[in-house]
Structures are given as C-alpha cells and as structure tokens.
T-cell receptor, first 117, second 109 residues
Framework: GAGVSQSPSNKVTEKGKDVELRCDPI?????LYWYRQSLGQGLEFLIY????????KSGLPSDRFSAERTGGSVSTLTIQRTQQEDSAVYLC???????????????FGNGTRLTVT | GQQVMQIPQYQHVQEGEDFTTYCNSS?????IQWYKQRPGGHPVFLIQ?????EVKKQKRLTFQFGEAKKNSSLHITATQTTDVGTYFC?????????FGKGNQVVVIP
C-alpha cells in the first residue's frame, strides 16, 4: 500500500516568507508526528497528533511554527516569517496510534528539504 | 524528562567485522524501537522490543532489551557495505517516544 507522502519534496524560500509543508499519512493511521532533522543530526521532535488533536506541541521551536490536522488525515506544518536557521529536512511519520500510542512503530515519509535563503 | 542516549555517535567498521551500538534511557521504557536511515534517506523501522530481556534476530542483526528495560543494544555481524547508515533507537514511555541522536556507521571496504 501507499506509504507516508510529503510535499513538496524540496522548498527554497526567501527569509521572511511563510511556507506550508504537507503530510499525507498511511490510511488508517491515527497518530501523526512531525520531526525536524538538520544535516547530519538526529531527529528533533516538533509535534504529535492523535486524530485531529495535538496532545503534545512541546517541540515547536517558536510561535512561528504551527501545525494542524483535518479529518484525521492530512496535516500541514506552517512556518511563518522563515529564518535561515529553519533550514532542515522536515519529516512526517504516522503510526496506528490508539491506546499505548507510543508503542506503535513509526512510518516516515521522504521528508521536505527546506532551504531558507 | 525522558532522555535516550546512544553510544557511540560514530563508528568506522571494516567490512566483515562485527560491531555493536548501544542505547540507554534515563527512565524505564515500555518498549524500544530501532530505525535505520540510509544516507539521503528517511528512517525506516527495523524492530520493536517490549519484554524485559528480550532478544530478537534479523539475519545478521541481533537486538537486545535490557532486564531493567532501560537499555538496548544492536549487534551486527559480518558487516557489509549495505549496513552503512545511521541507526536510531527510540524509547517509548507513557507520554513520549524519545529518539536518540543516532549512531552513524561508515563501512570501510
């Protein structure tokens, strides 16, 4: 079946502009995660959704970052007034979720590589 | 808060040799997951361990979960060039899945 789909795969934007990153999870997966990965670095947790609600927003770096999920499916991560330090690969993952959500393996998309010039 | 540490961060391994990478948590975990990320790729799920002292094998890979459910290891035998990449562990607890920073493995032919 189809995996996690992210778009765009690459995004180059000017400093100060807003960007929207999209994630289509695996059908039936109720949990959705956003991570950020800088070159050669580990995975930085941003936010997690269970259905349409976000129980854990603790990883969002600043109020310029926001995310939403609609219909328990597609999610968008929005970065307002982008800065150069926002340049990274943004990874989305989904899992079956439900009870013991942190027990479910994550399925990652290919990521969106964001470059802020 | 929950922290997961991986050691070492980097390894250079001669093709054909064995190596081990370790994962340690500051708190007791409900499960540990291992992922592999190839250069330029995204993390791919390898395995999940849930029981104290559990050992699972996948061909040349052996995964262990410690008795106290606070540490784990991944041992790879007869390393091949296809083993290159970064290996992440992720510790699951009540309210979080915490990833370690990864162990980047370079294979020397």
């Amino acid at each position: 079946g189809a995996g996690v789909s992210q778009s765009p795969s690459n995004k180059v934007t000017e400093k100060g502009k807003d960007v929207e990153l999209r994630c289509d999870p695996i059908s039936g997966h109720t949990a959705l995660y956003w991570y950020r990965q800088s070159l050669g670095q580990g995975l930085e947790f941003l936010i997690y959704f269970q259905g349409n609600s976000a129980p854990d927003k603790s990883g969002l770096p600043s109020d310029r970052f926001s995310a939403e999920r609609t219909g328990g499916s597609v999610s968008t991560l929005t970065i307002q007034r982008t800065q150069q330090e926002d340049s990274a690969v943004y990874l989305c993952a989904s899992s079956l979720g439900g009870t013991g959500v942190y027990n479910s393996p994550l399925h990652f998309g290919n990521g969106t590589r964001l470059t802020v010039t | 808060g929950q922290q997961v540490m991986q050691i070492p961060q980097y390894q250079h391994v001669q093709e054909g040799e064995d190596f081990t990478t370790y994962c340690n948590s500051s708190t007791t975990l409900s499960n540990i997951q291992w992922y592999k990320q190839r250069p330029g790729g995204h993390p791919v799920f390898l395995i999940q361990l849930v029981k104290s002292g559990e050992v699972k094998k996948q061909k040349r890979l052996t995964f262990q979960f410690g008795e106290a459910k606070k540490n784990s290891s991944l041992h790879i035998t007869a390393t091949q060039t296809t083993d290159v990449g970064t290996y992440f562990c992720a510790g699951g607890a009540e309210d979080r899945l915490a990833f370690g920073k990864g162990n980047q493995v370079v294979v020397i032919p």
